[in-house]
Structures are given as structure tokens and as C-alpha cells.
């Protein structure tokens, strides 16, 4: 007796060209890769989680400094790009509709939008970096030099507002790379409403992207 | 029996002329270095984490050597704690935690469900290649002085002594993400790529092993990889989280290493647990003995894996709340891991148990992996671990349970599949003795370290008080004795590849999918998609297996 038995490949069978020879199916191919990006998007709220617990503990340690240091934040601009994010995100699941109905010019539209507001969100950050740094409100203590009225351990505040904003900018800066890549798949019709996996997996990245940063803002920006 | 011979005899004859073995397919250096055969990355994987044991192995044998006497016998100190800080790096994290999911795992994990090949195979090769890069950085950093701080980075003292902190500290962020892609790519080839009619209590329990391992790579890594980045800009910058004298807490440092290195300790045993799980019955002819819970104590293990971190830190000064909280969390580990040694003794009893190679470690593992995990409730008690904590006790009860546990399961599934990786049976007198030569002297080595510990000997010390020396050198003797194992093995596994391929397709009377495969397997596995028919561990009709 045999534990399996064999179904022989069938080769008449029409592929779809983006499916790999080792799946059975298409849908199985994208199930796969959804659950791929979902794990991918656990270890990242992992990575930043470190950074967020230890904002708290130092937060905890030196209560006094937070609150007189986020004042050198500008909230202003910090709302500014809370709201173009969110514009973002509502572009990019506008994007991802219009891949799913096949609406090509819809999709290079929406990818265009977005793309454009993670362009605006870094030249935003771009300026309030300039000004923190001509003031010398730097993270780490080898590089703080602010000499202004202060708190002992601001120098503290600004490393994890670096460090946390920085790693964030760094995601947006690698969104934007893969964005383009997929916007040039989408000019060259990649992407049909049979197949736009890699538009529905940037998405759910991009939204991550926008989330921790939702929880950013109140975090550095709002401390009262 | 006959007819299931017979049906392999075919199966080899009809693929005979049209598909040829992954190890004949394309032998040029390309063929393997730009593959993305599961197959072959488990091959290289597997010759790089036989290095890296090499390497560490031998390290070893120098500390060891070191204590013969308690002076300097052949380094200076300096050198001592460089030697015994490579030797925990490189077993931990270029050797443990990739050697069963890396190497071995990704070899048989999808032949197991009937797959062609893990989910993402382009990704399975950028974790290799994330791990060679680690590897490298880790080598540049014993290039260039090396380090002194133990495996454990503790600060203050590593952001403030000299040597490559950064660059190993580096390596060992960069093979985070390999054990990480490693993770991600199992999570979704278990969900996804199961043969038709393979339901999830239709899986061999390696599987349900390596789905749990895989669910910690994912979930911990990410923080011991923003451990190290935070520690590398403390020792270079200046954050001030972890050194106290800029208004850090070096405590803190300790809560996020074993937030991680707690559950990797789980990384490291449940693959080794898994390898157990398929040799005990192949070679026990006999039904697994409460497959389910085998299967979610494994699930158990790994949950409570993340709650118990705070153990390694009854002696760090917080609170004692915590110390009871975390010690009552501790023995909850000791419930799903005695489920387990239960269920494999009970698959054993009334079984027709045949004594391979694999069977032999096998049963190395229930008698070292019970001494460890019973050993590892002294150190989970509170008053007991202030006497015994940073003592040899702890390094014997860890050196049990990662290597009379991991490392004996590693050597078994290394070989029950050998022959399905490579086609060719090794020697079995030679593996018996090599494993009998193992086994004494892990024994020899380790068992006296407990006594060691008790009597008061702190671990990483250079020197030590002349009344111990009796006790070191017998554990050093007994380290020879398992030198002399471990190139037994190397030899005749070597040999055997010199050898015809002479491996039938099911050389135990294993009853998983692997071993419906050719050995070794076509580049695709199977030909044609297989359909599991029936439960695994089902041995009615399955012969015993072939002699020689």
C-alpha cells in the first residue's frame, strides 16, 4: 500500500505568466504572499516596539526633560504631515481598488498622488531637521550642543526623537523606492485585476508606515 | 511490504528518464551558488553551519584546556575571555538557532507537506546569503581584536571595553534578518503549500516543531535586532539608555536582550524536540503517542516562551514580585516540555524498537534533555538560583539542554535524513560508536560541572581555587572524549559520501512524505503533486526497514 498517490502534472494547463512552477494555483500564490508581507509587517511593529518601550522607560526616568523638550518640536508641521500621511494612505487604498477593478489609469494616478505625499512628508521633515540642527539639537550626547535654558536629559528626548523618526523616514524613503518600481510596472499594464498582488502588498505596508506614525505624533509632538 | 519496494522500483525507473536528482542537476558553481532549491540551500546551509560547530567545537577544546590548571596553562586571560565569548557566539548564532530550521529544515519541510519548495525560494537565498554576510562581519570582528564581554553583551561593561563590539554586535543584527526570512518563509509554506488532503493534525510533528520555532524567529528577532542597533550608538554616540553614567539603565539592556535570547533558547530546542518527534516512532514502528499534544505543547512552548525573559535576572536587583512572577512562569515551561518527554517514552513502550544511528541519539536526548530541563527548575527557583546563579551549574544545566538536547537532535536528524540528502548510508558500527563515545563524554564533561557550580565555581573565571582543579581536569578529559566522537562522525560521514549511492527511498520505514521521494530527491521533489491518503505515524503495512 502507498501513503501517496501521484497526480500527474498536467501540461495543457494555461498558466498565468506571474505564477511561479512551484505553486499549484494563482490564488494559492497570492495567499502565500499575503501572509509573507503580514509577518514582514509584525516584525517591523517588533522592531519599532524596542524603540517605543524604551522612549517609556526614559520618558519615565526623566519626566521633566520630555515635557520641556518636545516644546522645540513644531507641532504645526508635525500635524501638517500627520495629514498628508493620511491623505497618502487614502490614496494608496484608492490605488489598490483601482488595480483590483482594472482601472489602469486610476492605479497610476492614485500611485502618483501618494507618492507625491511621502515626497511632501520628507521635505517637511527635511526643514524640521535644518532647524533642530542649527540650534544643535542633535541626539546622542556626542552630538547635542543646544546651550540654551534646559532640563538636564533633553540630550535623551532627542536621541529617540531621532532615532524613532529616522528609522520611520527611512521606511518612507524605502515606500517611495518600491512605489516607483511598481508604478513602472503599472505603465508597462503589469497589473490586471486577475493579478496586482505587489500593488496590494505595498499597500499594506504603506498603511503601516502611516500608523506608526499616527502613533509618533502624540508620542513626540503632544506631551503635556 | 513487496509491492511497496515494487512501487519505488517504478516510481525511480519511470523518473529515471526524464528527471534527475537534485544533487547531478547542474554541477557548475553557478548552478549552486544563484539556486533556489530548498534543497541546495539546505546544503550549503548545512556545510556553513557544520563549520561554524567546527570552529566553535574547537574553541571549546581550548577553554577546556585552558582549566586543566588554575593558572595559565596555554592563553593568557585576555585571550581567555575573547576565546570564550567567540565560542558562545559563534554556537549560538552561527551554528544552534540556523543549524535544525536552516539546514536540516529546509531540506525536508517541504518535502514533508509534498511541495515542490518553500514559499518564497528567491527569498530562502537571500537568507543564506544574509547569513554568509554575518558570518563575514563576525570573522572581521575576530580579525580585528575580537571580544571579551560573553556572548550576552551585557552593559556597561560593553559599551565601554575595547575590542569589535560594534562590528560583532553588527553580525549578529545582520543574521537576525536571515533567521527572520527563515521564519516567514516556513510560516507561509506550512499555511499554504501542504499537499492535498494534508490538514494541519495531517502534519508530521517536525512540521508543528518548525512552525512554532518560526513563529518566535519572527516575533522575537526584530528586538534583538534593535537591542543591538541601540547598543552600537550607546558605545558610539551617547544615546543614554543603557550606560549609567550619561543617565542610562543598564538593567534595562538585560530586560531587552532576554526579551529576545529567552525565547531563542526555544528556537534553539523546539526544532530539536522536532527531530525527536519523527525518529522515536520511525524507529519505534509504532503510532506517535498523543500526536496533539505533542503538537500544541510545542504552540505552549513558544507562547510562553516570551513571558519568562525576567528569569535570567532574579540577581539584577528588580523587584522581587517580579522575580516570584517570573519563577512561577518559569515551571509553567516544565509542564508542556514533560508532555512531551512523556508522549515519546509512551511511543517507545511496546514498540519494536530497532537501535540505528538515529534511534541511539535519540535516546541520548531523553536521558541529557530530562537532566537539563529538571536542572533548569533549581535555577527557575528563587532562593536556589542566588546560590547557584553565574556558577558552572549554569553553564552544565544550558550545555544540557542546548547540547545534549539540540545538538544530540541535531545529530540524530542528521542521520535519519543523511541518507535522503545524499542517497548513501554512512557506517553504522562507526555512528554507534561515535554516539556512545558522545555520549560518555558530554556526561564526563558537563555532569561534573553541576557539581562544580554547586560547590561554588562562578562561570567565566580564568582562575580558580586549587580545590577544584580535580574537577576540572576530569570534565576536560571528558571534553577529549568528546572530540574523539565528533571526528569519528566526521570521518565516516565523509567516507560515505565517497561511496555509491546505495539509499533506498526508505531506508527506517518512515511513513512522512519525505521518504515517498527518491534519495536523493528529483529537483522537483516529487514528480507530479502527491496527495496524502493517509495519517502520518501509520505503520500497519510499512516494513521495518532495509538492512545495510
Redesign the interface.
Known amino acids: 500500500?502507498?501513503?501517496?498517490?501521484?497526480?500527474?502534472?498536467d501540461h495543457a494547463e494555461v498558466h498565468d505568466p506571474h505564477q511561479?512552477?512551484?505553486?499549484?494555483t494563482a490564488e494559492?500564490q497570492q495567499?502565500?504572499?499575503k501572509?509573507?508581507m503580514w509577518?514582514?509587517l509584525?516584525?517591523?511593529v517588533?522592531?519599532?516596539?524596542?524603540?517605543f518601550?524604551?522612549y517609556i522607560?526614559?520618558q519615565g526616568?526623566?519626566p521633566e526633560a520630555w515635557k520641556s523638550a518636545h516644546h522645540h518640536l513644531q507641532r504645526e508641521l508635525g500635524a501638517l504631515n500627520t495629514v498628508v500621511l493620511l491623505v497618502s494612505s487614502f490614496t494608496m487604498v484608492m490605488a489598490v481598488q483601482a488595480a483590483k477593478l482594472n482601472r489602469r489609469k486610476q492605479l497610476i494616478g492614485n500611485l502618483w498622488v501618494t507618492i507625491i505625499c511621502a515626497f511632501i512628508f520628507l521635505i517637511v521633515k527635511y526643514f524640521e531637521y535644518s532647524h533642530k540642527y542649527h540650534e544643535g539639537l542633535l541626539?546622542?550626547?556626542?552630538?547635542y550642543s543646544y546651550t540654551g535654558p534646559q532640563v538636564p536629559?533633553e540630550?535623551?528626548f532627542f536621541?529617540?526623537y531621532f532615532?524613532m523618526t529616522g528609522l520611520h523616514g527611512f521606511h518612507i524613503l524605502g515606500g517611495i523606492a518600491v512605489m516607483l518600481w511598481i508604478l513602472k510596472r503599472a505603465y508597462a499594464g503589469e497589473f490586471t485585476s486577475q493579478y496586482y498582488t505587489p500593488v496590494d502588498l505595498i499597500g499594506l505596508y504603506w498603511h503601516l508606515v502611516d500608523l506608526i506614525w499616527i502613533y509618533l505624533f502624540p508620542l513626540l509632538y503632544l506631551i503635556s | 511490504m513487496a509491492d511497496v519496494i515494487q512501487q519505488q522500483v517504478q516510481t525511480a525507473t519511470i523518473s529515471g528518464h526524464h528527471e534527475v536528482d537534485y544533487l547531478s542537476d547542474g554541477n557548475g558553481i553557478k548552478d549552486w551558488l544563484y539556486t533556489v532549491d530548498h534543497k541546495r540551500i539546505g546544503i550549503m546551509y548545512l556545510i556553513l553551519v557544520l563549520t561554524a560547530f567546527l570552529a566553535g567545537g574547537l574553541l571549546a577544546m581550548a577553554i577546556r584546556l585552558e582549566l586543566l590548571t588554575p593558572a595559565r596553562t596555554i592563553m593568557d586571560a585576555e585571550t581567555y575571555n575573547r576565546v570564550f565569548t567567540l565560542h558562545g557566539a559563534i554556537m549560538v548564532f552561527l551554528f544552534i538557532i540556523p543549524s535544525i530550521p536552516a539546514a536540516l529544515g529546509n531540506f525536508v519541510l517541504p518535502l514533508m507537506l509534498g511541495a515542490k519548495d518553500v514559499a518564497f525560494p528567491r527569498l530562502n537565498l537571500a537568507s543564506f546569503y544574509i547569513y554568509v554576510l554575518g558570518a563575514c562581519m563576525m570573522l572581521g570582528a575576530i580579525l580585528t581584536g575580537g571580544v571579551d564581554t560573553g556572548w550576552t553583551f551585557y552593559t556597561p561593561y560593553s559599551t565601554s571595553t575595547s575590542g569589535s563590539v560594534a562590528l560583532t554586535t553588527m553580525g549578529v543584527f545582520v543574521l537576525g534578518f536571515s533567521s527572520i526570512f527563515t521564519g516567514i518563509n516556513f510560516i507561509a509554506t506550512i499555511h499554504k503549500m501542504r499537499a492535498p488532503g494534508m490538514g494541519w493534525f495531517e502534519m508530521p510533528l517536525f512540521v508543528w516543531g518548525m512552525y512554532s520555532t518560526a513563529v518566535i524567529q519572527v516575533l522575537a528577532t526584530p528586538v534583538l535586532g534593535i537591542t543591538m542597533v541601540l547598543l552600537v550608538l550607546e558605545r558610539a554616540f551617547g544615546i543614554g539608555i543603557f550606560d549609567p553614567r550619561i543617565g542610562g539603565d543598564p538593567v534595562l539592556f538585560q530586560h531587552f536582550f532576554w526579551f529576545y535570547s529567552h525565547p531563542a533558547v526555544y528556537i534553539m530546542i523546539l526544532p530539536g524536540m522536532a527531530i525527536i518527534s519523527e525518529v522515536i516512532p520511525t524507529f519505534s514502528h509504532r503510532t506517535i503517542f498523543g500526536y496533539r499534544g505533542i503538537a500544541f505543547s510545542s504552540v505552549a512552548i513558544a507562547l510562553v516562551s516570551f513571558i519568562v525573559w525576567g528569569h535570567h535576572m532574579f540577581t539584577s536587583g528588580q523587584s522581587q514580585l517580579i522575580n516570584g512572577v517570573f519563577s512561577f512562569l518559569t515551571f509553567i515551561v516544565g509542564i508542556p516540555s514533560g508532555i512531551k518527554v512523556f508522549n515519546w517514552v509512551a511511543t517507545m513502550y511496546q514498540g519494536r524498537i530497532t537501535l540505528k544511528a538515529p534511534m541511539l541519539f535519540a535516546i541520548s536526548f531523553l536521558l541529557l534533555f530530562t537532566i537539563g530541563g529538571l536542572t533548569g527548575l533549581f535555577l527557575g527557583s528563587l532562593s536556589v538560583d542566588i546560590h547557584l546563579h553565574d556558577t558552572y551549574f549554569v553553564v552544565a544545566h544550558f550545555h544540557y539542554v542546548m547540547m545534549g538536547g539540540t545538538v544530540i537532535a541535531f545529530l540524530a536528524g542528521l542521520h535519519y535524513w543523511w541518507p535522503k540528502m545524499f542517497g548513501r548510508m554512512y557506517n553504522e558500527k562507526l555512528a554507534a560508536l561515535s554516539c556512545a563515545l558522545i555520549f560518555v563524554g558530554f556526561n564526563v564533561t558537563f555532569l561534573t560541572q553541576f557539581v562544580l557550580g554547586s560547590r561554588g565555581m562562578p562561570r567565566r573565571y580564568y582562575n580558580y581555587l586549587d580545590q577544584f582543579q580535580p574537577l576540572h581536569q576530569f570534565s576536560t578529559f571528558g571534553s577529549w572524549i568528546l572530540g574523539l566522537g565528533f571526528f569519528i562522525m566526521l570521518g565516516y560521514l565523509l567516507a560515505s559520501l565517497r561511496g555509491p549511492k546505495n539509499a533506498p527511498a526508505d531506508p527506517w520505514g518512515g511513513t512522512t512524505m519525505e521518504w515517498q521521494a527518491l534519495s536523493p530527491p528529483i529537483t522537483h521533489n516529487f514528480s507530479g503533486t502527491p496527495v496524502l491518503t493517509r495519517a502520518p505515524y501509520d505503520y500497519r503495512n510499512v516494513p521495518q526497514g532495509v538492512d545495510k
Do not use: N
Open positions: 500500500m502507498s501513503v501517496v498517490e501521484t497526480i500527474q502534472h511561479q512552477h512551484h505553486f499549484a494559492q495567499d502565500a504572499s501572509i509573507g509577518l514582514f509584525v516584525t517591523e517588533l522592531l519599532f516596539g524596542g524603540l518601550v524604551g522607560v526614559m526616568r526623566f541626539p546622542f550626547k556626542a552630538f536629559g540630550f535623551h536621541s529617540f532615532m
